[in-house]
């Protein structure tokens, strides 16, 4: 026996109501300006640096604008030939404290906080808390005592006068054992173990991959900061073949003093000294990018 059904009436979902613009609030507005007042506070000094380096010497002292000058490559030509090119020899020295520095750094820094982020170990606490005063304790403070280790130690006024205090860094060494704790899982680490591979191994092939990402970050925050160090070198170096960049422009501008005409040199040189720094975060950002997204797709 057939039967018949009759065709439900269709009916259509209501339209959600559509959105209205969020009213901008003072509440958005404070923090916008903050940060726009910040941001033009930051790059007004690399806008002049940018601006000043074009204009020769009687186009600076003559006038004060932000408009581009007629001596950029006259200065650039002064600046490579000065004292026999000395300036490049600062800075390649740049690049050999910085570089160097940064990737022993890195090394330490990630081998010591994956001992304190999977090791326990009697005294671990007591180490952890003097890592985390020596990131409290002013660096100037230690340059002093490093100088007469060193000249006791017969490396004053050598590159590893500068190198080796560089190595150390306990900041670098507390976000590698951070990183290391909510990164290199446990569990992979006990069955590598079992398997019978070494803590050398282990380190080696599972811990360092997964800690990529943060110690890119301790990479970089080691060798800005190394670039931009000049109380180190200062103190540590006598030998001009010896200086850093940042030394190196402190000598040219004290001898401006005497010779107007080394401002402009000095300031060409600082802004070939940021070039380093802006390809070094132009190359590194795809690693945090990669990260990020590595992050969402295990999510």
């Known amino acids: 026996m057939a039967t018949l059904t009759a065709d439900a009436p269709t009916t259509r979902a209501p339209r959600p109501p559509a959105r209205r613009p969020r009213p901008?609030?003072?509440?958005?507005v404070i923090p916008?300006?903050?940060?726009?007042?910040?941001?033009?506070?930051?790059?007004?000094p690399i806008v002049w640096v940018i601006t000043a380096s074009t204009k020769s010497r009687g186009e600076l002292f003559s006038t004060f604008s932000f408009l581009p000058g007629t001596g950029f490559w006259q200065?650039?030509?002064?600046?490579?030939?000065?004292?026999?090119?000395?300036?490049?020899?600062?800075?390649?020295?740049?690049?050999?404290?910085?570089?160097?520095?940064?990737?022993?750094?890195?090394?330490?820094?990630?081998?010591?906080?994956?001992?304190?982020?999977?090791?326990?170990?009697?005294?671990r606490a007591v180490v952890f808390n003097v890592l985390l005063a020596g990131v409290m304790l002013p660096q100037i403070t230690l340059a002093i005592p490093q100088y007469f280790l060193m000249a006791e130690l017969g490396l004053a006024n050598t590159y590893w006068a500068?190198?080796?205090?560089?190595?150390?860094?306990?900041?670098?060494?507390?976000?590698?054992?951070?990183?290391?704790?909510?990164?290199?899982?446990?569990?992979?680490?006990?069955?590598?173990?079992?398997?019978?591979?070494?803590?050398?191994?282990?380190?080696l092939s599972i811990a360092m991959p997964v800690m990529v990402p943060g110690l890119i970050t301790v990479f970089m925050l080691q060798f800005v900061g190394i670039w931009n160090n000049f109380l180190l070198p200062f103190i540590m170096l006598s030998n001009e073949q010896l200086y850093p960049l940042t030394t190196g422009l402190y000598l040219l501008l004290n001898r401006g003093t005497?010779?107007?005409?080394?401002?402009?040199?000095?300031?060409?040189?600082?802004?070939?000294?940021?070039?380093?720094?802006?390809?070094?975060?132009?190359?590194?950002?795809?690693?945090?990018?990669?990260?990020?997204?590595?992050?969402?797709?295990?999510?």
């Open 24 to 28: 901008v609030t003072r509440g958005r």
């Open 32 to 44: 916008t300006l903050v940060l726009l007042m910040g941001a033009i506070y930051t790059l007004i």
């Open 75 to 123: 200065n650039l030509v002064d600046l490579s030939t000065y004292g026999g090119g000395v300036y490049w020899k600062w800075a390649g020295n740049s690049l050999l404290y910085a570089g160097g520095g940064a990737v022993l750094s890195t090394l330490v820094s990630a081998a010591a906080g994956y001992a304190l982020a999977r090791y326990r170990f009697r005294g």
């Open 162 to 203: 500068v190198l080796l205090p560089s190595i150390i860094n306990p900041f670098g060494i507390y976000l590698a054992t951070i990183y290391a704790q909510s990164s290199v899982p446990e569990e992979t680490v006990e069955a590598a173990r079992l398997d019978g591979a070494s803590e050398f191994r282990i380190f």
């Open 258 to 299: 005497g010779t107007p005409a080394l401002y402009s040199l000095a300031i060409v040189g600082a802004l070939l000294a940021i070039v380093p720094l802006l390809l070094l975060m132009i190359f590194l950002q795809r690693f945090w990018r990669l990260d990020l997204v590595s992050g969402s797709l295990k999510g």
